[in-house]
């Protein structure tokens, strides 16, 4: 059997991701690897398949218990005998166990490194009289000092060589840094091994950062679009997470805390529901999230500033492992920043202290970008990315200005009139007409007072950062900064100046969140099926089958077994054992609403292929892609925006993906004539952001005529 018959038979999938295949054809001819893949990625199926594949046993060295069991659990739901050694058993299971290994009853054994080099050697002999063929390190990070989880008892791994000389090793982790890396290769005295690095992308998660204001008002706002979806949330501290909980479970939500503070038992208990669905939200400080292996959460919130990019950028990797679509929802509050410096300081250890400041100082910057995030997060893992990855809140937003002259005269005569003693938030509750006592009995009588309440506060607030930005005010260098004119300010006062300010508009949520239009009351359906089988075999529903399985039967109504083999997820074992099950639902479904299979609607399984590896080109996302093909086909960028209804810059940011590819010619969007200018202005000022180009510019430019000639000079190198 070739590995690609095994992937579809045992897993019930068509198309290898990342380099899977490669590493697997690596380890079938007997050599040693290292893989890092970013979480979510795939890496265990790179060792069970060969695991399936050789004869004899594959040992799995993995650090955690709840990992194992989890892993196991889906073996053998996809027919495949597999079992765990840990502390948890009894004799009497482990006895059973150790019968089966004698008897070749088993393709694939986990266990912890404690178990295999602890005091009690008897297990290592018992082994090696085994035919192990394969040797899997899962979370090899886990050896090196380097690694943000360091486990003493990963060191005795060393040993592994001498132990099993002829068996391959293959070591996996998703920390990318290299000196974990060396750390890794050293330290497992792996044999010439072939490392295999992954593209750490993660196309399915959005990126997004919120300023926070009422941040339990934003999260519901946020939970709302995620009413049935699984979620975890983040918080700093302890005592919040349980307030966040309690409030959310206030609010209707299945919601639970989980902190280390919390009993052994609360914990297990509350990770439990999780993984069966019956907790929705899990509330938790970091310590949660190590070994969860959920494939289906649908996004993470931080509720505060990660301490740094590498923790943010695994906490949001736990999202969105199944490969549909997911978010990553960050809210933002400057002093958030200031607040953690003091946790940053490591006592007596300078050099330390400075590296957690800078990491820390890149956590803030990345919250205050005007560029593309992913980009930013994957340059900050030395990867390098285009400018616009269609999936952040960055290139999710167009920048569109409008004419604020007169918002800026209300703002700025507010300013003279309260004699340019006060800060940004008094001037707006004046100009709001706040009633609070807090105002001054004789500023409420000024003519100036209320003009603004039309604008709700965050606008306010908006605009006053930016007439700033424009340096149409300016605030003092005080503790509590006061607004000041400047000398533009008395033109526009005068009616003399215009003033342009952007309005921010969020391009349509569905735009990159493309699901499949499936039947809801069906997958519903689905739903609770997977759940009773989950109940009766004893494991977590994703177990049984993956979120994406379920929304592709939805979709597409497969009405036969050989339809179903289709579906990703079914292989030879779950089809016979879950099938028809499964089909029940979809052709009672299908017949009461006069509904065909649509199966032929559905090209072939192949998943939509992961972001290619390091080097080749990063695929655009779908929504780009589909305003070039109609480029491509003639339309001009009007009608393109036209006929999406988008807007002509959002169309303009599109192509300008393809420019930085090299698919299309920077002069195609650009007139000769303003690309040098655009080019000298990139030059002064960077184009970190846009806004500031297009103020030097002027109205002559369009903020697509801008982004175009960025992505050209950027594919040049030159910037
Ligand atoms: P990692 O250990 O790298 O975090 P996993 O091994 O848990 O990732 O894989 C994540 C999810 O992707 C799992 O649900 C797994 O079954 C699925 N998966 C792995 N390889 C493929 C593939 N080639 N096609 C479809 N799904 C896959
Ligand atoms: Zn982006």
């Known amino acids: 059997m070739t590995p690609s018959q095994a992937l579809q038979k045992y897993f019930g999938y068509s198309a290898f991701r990342h380099q899977q295949e490669a590493i697997i054809n690596n380890i079938l001819d007997k050599r040693d690897v290292l893989t890092l893949m970013p979480t979510g990625g795939g890496k265990s199926l790179c060792y069970q398949l060969p695991a399936v594949l050789l004869d004899g046993l594959t040992l799995v060295i993995s650090p955690l218990i709840a990992l194992m069991k989890d892993q196991v659990d889906a073996l053998n739901v996809n027919g495949i005998p597999a079992a765990f050694l840990n502390s948890s058993q009894s004799p009497n299971e482990q006895t059973e166990i150790g019968i089966k290994l004698k008897n070749n009853h088993i393709k694939l054994l986990y266990l912890a490194p404690e178990r295999l080099f602890g005091k009690d050697a008897r297990l290592m002999d018992f082994l090696?009289?085994?035919p192990v063929s394969l040797i899997a390190i899962d979370e090899a990070h886990c050896i090196s000092h380097w690694g943000h989880d360091f486990r003493p008892e990963y060191l005795a791994l060393s040993g592994l060589k001498e132990e099993f000389p002829k068996v391959p090793v293959i070591a996996l982790t998703a920390t990318a840094d290299k000196?974990?890396?060396?750390?890794?290769?050293?330290?497992?005295?792996?044999?010439?091994?072939?490392?295999?690095?992954?593209?750490?992308?993660?196309?399915n998660i959005t990126y997004k950062?919120?300023?926070?204001?009422?941040?339990?008002?934003?999260?519901?706002?946020?939970?709302?679009?995620?009413?049935?979806?699984?979620?975890?949330?983040?918080?700093?501290?302890?005592?919040?997470?349980?307030?966040?909980?309690?409030?959310?479970?206030?609010?209707g939500y299945r919601a639970e805390a989980y902190h280390a503070g919390l009993d052994y038992t609360v914990k297990a208990r509350t990770q439990e529901a999780f993984l069966r669905d019956e907790v929705r939200i899990i509330v938790a400080t970091i310590a949660f999230g190590m070994g969860i292996n959920k494939s289906n959460v649908r996004y993470v919130v931080h509720m505060d500033l990660p301490k740094n990019i590498e923790g943010y950028y695994q906490e949001t990797g736990r999202a969105g492992r199944d490969g549909l679509p997911s978010d990553a929802l960050l809210l933002f509050a400057p002093g958030d920043g200031?607040?953690?410096?003091?946790?940053?300081?490591?006592?007596?250890?300078?050099?330390?202290?400075?590296?957690?400041?800078?990491?820390?100082?890149?956590?803030?910057?990345?919250?205050?970008?005007?560029?593309?995030?992913?980009?930013?997060?994957?340059?900050?893992?030395?990867?390098?990315?285009?400018?616009?990855?269609?999936?952040?809140?960055?290139?999710?937003?167009?920048?569109k200005t409008f004419d604020a002259t007169l918002i800026a005269q209300k703002a700025l005569s507010a300013v003279a009139r309260l004699r340019e003693r006060f800060g940004?938030?008094?001037?707006?509750?004046?100009?709001?007409?706040?009633?609070?006592?807090?105002?001054?009995?004789?500023?409420?009588?000024?003519?100036?007072?209320?003009?603004?309440?039309?604008?709700?506060?965050?606008?306010?607030?908006?605009?006053?950062?930016?007439?700033?930005?424009q340096g149409y005010l300016e605030a003092t260098n005080d503790m509590y900064p006061v607004l000041k004119l400047t000398t533009k300010s008395e033109a526009v006062l005068k009616g003399m100046q215009k003033v342009e300010l952007p309005e921010i508009e969020k391009v349509e949520e569905q735009q990159r969140h493309q699901v499949l239009p499936f039947e809801a009351p069906l997958l519903n359906d689905l739903r609770s099926l997977r759940s009773n089988i989950a109940h009766h075999e004893n494991v977590p529903p994703y177990i049984i089958l993956s979120d994406l399985g379920l929304q592709e039967m939805a979709t597409y109504l497969p009405l036969s077994l050989d339809e179903l083999r289709l579906i990703s997820g079914f292989g030879d074992v779950k089809l016979a054992r879950y099938g028809r099950e499964f089909l029940e639902p979809v052709k009672t479904y299908a017949s009461k609403n006069g509904l065909a299979s649509r199966m032929q609607q559905k090209s072939s399984k192949r998943e939509r292929k992961t972001n290619g590896e390091r080097s080749s080109v990063p695929r655009s996302s779908d929504t780009a892609r589909e305003s070039f093909t109609m480029y491509r086909s003639g339309k001009s960028v009007a009608e393109i925006a036209e006929s999406r209804g988008l807007a002509a810059a959002t169309i303009e940011g599109h192509l300008s993906f393809y420019i930085y590819k090299g698919e299309m010619e920077v002069t195609e969007l650009v007139t000769p004539d303003k690309i040098q200018p655009i080019k000298d202005a990139v030059e002064s000022y960077g184009a970190e952001k846009l806004s500031p180009l297009k103020e030097v510019l002027g109205n002559d430019f369009s903020y697509g005529e801008i982004k175009a000639v960025v992505a050209w000079v950027r594919k040049n190198g030159e910037l």
């Open 128 to 130: 090696k009289k085994l």
């Open 179 to 203: 000196l974990t890396k060396k750390d890794i290769l050293e330290k497992l005295n792996l044999k010439n091994p072939e490392v295999f690095v992954s593209s750490f992308n993660r196309e």
């Open 209 to 251: 950062v919120a300023a926070k204001r009422n941040s339990f008002n934003q999260l519901l706002a946020f939970l709302e679009g995620h009413k049935d979806d699984s979620g975890i949330v983040y918080c700093l501290s302890r005592k919040s997470t349980e307030k966040l909980a309690e409030d959310l479970k206030t609010a």
């Open 338 to 399: 200031m607040k953690l410096k003091q946790f940053a300081m490591v006592e007596d250890n300078p050099e330390q202290s400075r590296i957690m400041l800078k990491k820390l100082d890149d956590m803030v910057k990345y919250c205050q970008l005007h560029s593309c995030r992913r980009q930013y997060l994957l340059n900050y893992f030395d990867e390098a990315f285009p400018p616009n990855c269609g999936a952040c809140d960055v290139c999710l937003t167009e920048f």
């Open 424 to 469: 940004s938030a008094y001037i707006i509750d004046f100009l709001r007409g706040s009633k609070s006592e807090k105002i001054w009995q004789e500023h409420k009588q000024l003519k100036t007072y209320g003009i603004g309440n039309d604008i709700s506060k965050p606008e306010w607030q908006r605009y006053l950062s930016e007439l700033m930005r």
